[in-house]
């Protein structure tokens, strides 16, 4: 049973030597450690609340389970992992897809199967080991899969998936929002540069409001609410064509928590494949609580990471005061009101970023793996997979619709996979066969 979190001080609390690095199981000061609890609050504030905006869940709903699926996490990893849970971009196709025909109950519904799925693949890892992740999951499936979604969103940046809420609807709203993003990222340095994104909203949302191009319905509603109240929940219902949508996330979401627990191990020098498994099985419960009341879908933040290499504090403590201090701005309607006043063209300019960053990274994927294009086996994996989800490829077979995220996936294991099982029958396999590059 886990007991309540104890940390050890580092060092006088108060500073970290060169080298030296605050682990999972220390701290600093309480107020120090506080002061880093915020800054990892307003790291993974951006793409947070980005998340509810463009699928349309409650913001601050999704805020709230974040920060109590964010502490859910740490006491099923034992405070051994230090990770924040914020909204999962993996989710926002296929929840826009389900709400079409099932509203948000049905988008609900496969978050939380998906959760389960994720939660049931964390116990077999804890008890197997992980190492058969990486043989179902090589790089070049993992860089394709993350590259095909952010492709696959592509229109959702520029018309809100044919709602008008995007870059088409407030065209210089947009690129103002996009250019104080780019402007932001090379004009100031260390945590500021990582808050480009929610810089540029914010100078997005003041020129809009400038113009007068904020929704007035928005701004009364912002007038109207109350400063402490319960966020809006809703229940999930369940149909199996949400659930066909949605559960392809889940391979996602295994890649971004792997990715997640190497990268912690590698700058704290402490192995800790060993709470791999923890590690699904945290997000995935996270998961199914956010999904059970009207939250977006969860996963470990790569900005969070980015905040911990910038402060060296590791600390799980740091953590436990973001997520609490996410709970309290769930527990206020005035701070979600003020959210659902971003105007479409904001949102647009700041998904058009966002959206062409996770693309990237399938690709900085395949980069720091080094993965071998001149094998034909990779190059077409990744082929077919990335048109499969840019192009939204969609299967309907009776009440079920399997979208481009689905078919892509599906497509990177199917062909990774059966190839290299035809090649090593045949005796064909790359390795076996000269190069047909003749410099090579």
């Known amino acids: ?86 909204s999962s971009f993996a989710f926002i196709a296929p929840v826009i897809a389900a709400k079409t025909d099932g509203g948000i109950g049905a988008a609900l519904g496969g978050i939380v199967v998906a959760g389960v799925a994720l939660a049931l693949v964390g116990v077999v890892v804890h008890v197997a080991g992980a190492r058969w992740i990486d043989a179902l999951m090589p790089p070049v499936v993992t860089g394709a899969i993350v590259a095909l979604i952010g492709l696959n969103l592509a229109p959702v940046a520029w018309d809100g998936g044919g709602a008008g809420t995007g870059v088409k609807a407030q065209p210089l709203i947009a690129v103002v929002t996009l250019l104080a993003i780019l402007v932001t990222t090379v004009a100031f340095r260390g945590f500021l540069a990582r808050l480009s994104i929610l810089l540029g909203v914010v100078v997005g949302w003041l020129l809009a409001a400038v113009t007068g191009q904020l929704d007035q319905q928005a701004v009364t509603g912002l007038r109207q609410a109350a400063w402490v109240g319960l966020p809006e929940f809703h229940t999930p219902s369940f149909s199996l064509r949400a659930v066909v949508l949605v559960i392809p996330v889940i391979l996602v979401l295994i890649a971004e928590n792997a990715g997640h627990v190497k990268a912690v191990a590698a700058m704290t020098g402490r192995n800790l494949d060993r709470h791999m498994g923890r590690a699904f099985l945290g997000d995935g419960l996270a998961t199914v609580l956010a999904g059970s009341g009207g939250g977006s879908g969860t996963t470990t933040y ?51 970023a966002l959206y062409g960053l996770i693309a990237v990274l399938g690709a900085r994927i395949w980069i720091e793996n080094r993965v071998d294009f001149h094998d034909p086996v990779n190059l077409f994996t990744a082929a077919v997979a990335v048109v499969v989800g840019a192009a939204n490829y969609t299967l309907t077979a009776g009440d079920l619709s399997f979208n481009g995220i ?5 497509a990177a294991l199917v062909i990774y996979h059966g190839m290299r099982l035809i090649a090593r029958l045949r005796g064909t396999t790359p390795a076996s ?6 410099e090579l």
């Open 433 to 438: 066969r000269p190069s047909p590059d003749p």
């Open 302 to 352: 790569a900005e969070n990471i980015g905040v911990m290499a910038a402060t060296r504090v590791y600390s799980t403590a740091a953590y436990w005061v973001a997520g609490g201090a996410a709970i309290l701005l769930g527990l206020c309607p005035k701070f979600g009101a003020l959210i659902l006043t971003v105007p479409a063209g904001v949102l647009g300019g700041a998904t058009t």
């Open 1 to 86: 049973m886990t007991q309540f979190p104890r940390w050890a001080v580092h060092g006088d609390g108060r500073s970290v030597r060169p080298g030296d690095v605050v682990h999972p199981d220390e701290r600093l000061s309480w107020p120090r450690t506080a002061g880093v609890g915020v800054q990892h609050v307003v790291a993974m504030f951006g793409a947070t609340f980005t998340v509810p905006l463009i699928t349309g869940f409650p913001p601050a709903t999704t805020l709230f389970f974040s920060g109590l699926g964010t502490l859910l996490f740490l006491l099923v990893t034992g405070n051994r992992l230090p990770s924040y849970l914020g």
């Open 406 to 410: 689905a078919l892509g996936t599906a």
